[in-house]
């Protein structure tokens, strides 16, 4: 086997030039740890500088990759963006990560003492991914069910959650996802313009707190708040969820008695995670 001995970044350990080093899968993962950030979207020659290799040999990998549909390629610009496959993978690390570990007793005391379901879900480009979920063992017949579990993924403009998210992202990751999004009409209050939802989203960015009403199906509404690192990177959302037919009430009224809750779970999960506010 031919053993790579040009320089890699991370400081690789020593024992690299091992028998059992495979140059191959390392060269596939440092393509894939190339979109990262704000470089969700990269074509042939951004990975080529990226990860230090000539452009027909990285293009032999990113085949092999997109194949395995870990990278999807738009065919309208012929650039490259992680695939699902990727996050997939990656549910193992999730369900260890801190994020979960931490978050799940709040997110169940949230749901028994609303009696609604409350989930946490992270951005994935256009989507939000759930990666907790949890009903009331209080009043089980107000929870919501929509076929939803751990893994599931709703679209990010017309979700409480997938506007949270939106919402905290830097100008030009926003601008790429939106324009990887098909916003179409889903329920009976879509928005489907993208400059009114960027209106929203301001909103989101101002309050801390997203709605959803009816966006995503009919009688369906939901809160949503950030979760924050150490760093103050918002790195997930929690929502509750409730539907017109248990709560026939005005919007308004539903968020003045969930949204206290909603924000104090967010902000105790942040707060575990490291996260201290400015004063």
Same mark, same amino acid.
């Given at each position: 086997?031919?053993?790579?001995?040009?320089?890699?970044? @991370? *400081? @690789?350990?020593?024992?690299?030039?091992?028998?059992?080093?495979?140059? /191959? #899968?390392?060269? *596939?993962?440092?393509?894939?740890? !190339?979109?990262?950030?704000?470089?969700?979207?990269? *074509?042939? &020659?951004?990975?080529?500088?990226?990860?230090?290799?000539?452009?027909?040999?990285?293009?032999?990998?990113?085949?092999? #990759?997109?194949?395995?549909?870990?990278?999807?390629?738009?065919?309208?610009?012929?650039?490259?963006?992680?695939?699902? %496959?990727?996050?997939?993978? *990656?549910?193992?690390?999730?369900?260890?990560?801190?994020?979960? +570990?931490? !978050?799940?007793?709040?997110?169940?005391? #949230? !749901?028994?003492?609303?009696?609604?379901?409350?989930?946490?879900? #992270?951005?994935?480009?256009?989507?939000?991914?759930?990666?907790? +979920?949890?009903?009331?063992? %209080?009043?089980?017949?107000?929870?919501?069910?929509?076929?939803?579990?751990?893994?599931?993924?709703?679209?990010?403009?017309?979700? /409480?959650?997938?506007?949270?998210?939106? &919402?905290?992202?830097? =100008?030009?990751?926003?601008?790429? $996802?939106?324009?990887?999004?098909?916003?179409?009409?889903?329920?009976?209050?879509?928005?489907?313009?993208?400059?009114?939802?960027?209106?929203?989203? !301001?909103?989101?960015?101002? /309050?801390?707190?997203?709605?959803?009403?009816?966006?995503?199906?009919?009688?369906? %509404?939901?809160?949503?708040?950030?979760?924050?690192? @150490?760093?103050?990177?918002?790195?997930?959302?929690?929502?509750?969820?409730?539907?017109?037919?248990?709560?026939?009430?005005? $919007?308004? &009224?539903?968020?003045?008695?969930?949204? =206290?809750?909603?924000? +104090?779970?967010?902000?105790? $999960?942040?707060?575990?995670?490291?996260?201290?506010?400015? =004063?």
């Amino acid at each position: 086997m031919t053993v790579d001995k040009t320089p890699h970044p @991370r *400081g @690789r350990a020593t024992t690299e030039t091992s028998a059992s080093f495979s140059v /191959s #899968l390392e060269r *596939g993962l440092r393509i894939l740890s !190339a979109f990262s950030g704000n470089r969700s979207v990269l *074509g042939i &020659a951004d990975l080529a500088r990226a990860v230090g290799l000539n452009k027909s040999t990285t293009y032999r990998y990113v085949a092999t #990759l997109t194949t395995l549909e870990y990278i999807q390629q738009d065919p309208d610009t012929k650039k490259y963006f992680l695939g699902p %496959r990727v996050v997939d993978l *990656g549910f193992a690390a999730i369900d260890s990560m801190d994020l979960t +570990r931490v !978050a799940a007793p709040l997110l169940q005391a #949230l !749901a028994d003492d609303t009696g609604f379901t409350v989930s946490m879900g #992270l951005c994935d480009g256009p989507d939000v991914v759930y990666v907790d +979920r949890r009903r009331s063992g %209080r009043r089980s017949s107000l929870a919501m069910d929509l076929n939803l579990h751990v893994g599931s993924r709703l679209p990010a403009y017309c979700t /409480s959650m997938g506007k949270v998210l939106l &919402a905290y992202k830097d =100008p030009a990751t926003l601008r790429q $996802i939106l324009d990887r999004t098909d916003m179409a009409r889903r329920g009976p209050k879509t928005i489907t313009n993208r400059e009114q939802l960027m209106t929203a989203l !301001a909103k989101v960015r101002q /309050s801390g707190v997203a709605a959803n009403d009816e966006e995503l199906a009919p009688g369906l %509404r939901s809160f949503a708040a950030p979760v924050r690192d @150490r760093s103050g990177e918002v790195v997930a959302a929690v929502n509750v969820a409730v539907h017109l037919t248990v709560a026939p009430t005005s $919007i308004e &009224a539903l968020a003045g008695r969930l949204e =206290p809750g909603l924000r +104090r779970t967010a902000a105790e $999960i942040s707060r575990r995670l490291g996260y201290r506010p400015l =004063p």
